[in-house]
């Protein structure tokens, strides 16, 4: 049996090169979504850089797309812009987010939950389920 490997040397590179391509897409991306929601704010490169911790020259390497921030960096940049790390990255949570999460209020205590201790998040849970189950409780009391 042959096999024609000039195909899949073209297959190969192909794949290649479309990986790669969505790596800059990505790369780009996370670039101007960085440089519009920081607008958006209504923040200068450097007051960003001291909200999330970091020097004001990271935020314009982020920007350009130069640099790329740790996941750790990417937490408190999406922290302080009010967004996903998610979002940040590729740009799809949040809209789905924005779907399931029309107050805003609500989301960001949501995302403050996520912080606790797990301790703390299971009464969260408790209570939640408790209110919930008492909702439906009296909607089929109806």
């Known amino acids: 049996m042959r096999h ?10 192909a794949i290649m090169t479309e990986v790669l391509d969505m790596a800059a897409a990505t790369e780009k991306g996370f670039a101007q979504r960085l440089r519009e929601l920081r607008r958006q704010k209504g923040l200068s490169q450097s007051e960003l850089g001291k909200l ?7 935020i314009g390497r982020f920007e350009r797309g130069t640099s790329r921030p740790g996941s750790d960096t990417l937490k408190r940049l999406a922290d302080v812009l009010d967004v996903t790390s998610d979002y940040l990255l590729e740009g799809a949570e949040t809209e789905a987010a924005k779907a399931r999460f029309e ?3 609500l989301l960001r205590q949501f995302q403050a939950v996520e912080q606790l201790p797990e301790e703390d998040k299971e009464v969260i849970k408790k209570l939640l389920d408790a209110f919930l189950t008492k909702k439906q409780l009296q909607a089929l009391a109806r």
């Open 4 to 13: 024609n490997y000039g195909n899949i040397a073209t297959f190969d590179t």
């Open 52 to 58: 999330a911790e970091l020097h004001y020259t990271h």
């Open 103 to 105: 107050d805003r209020e």
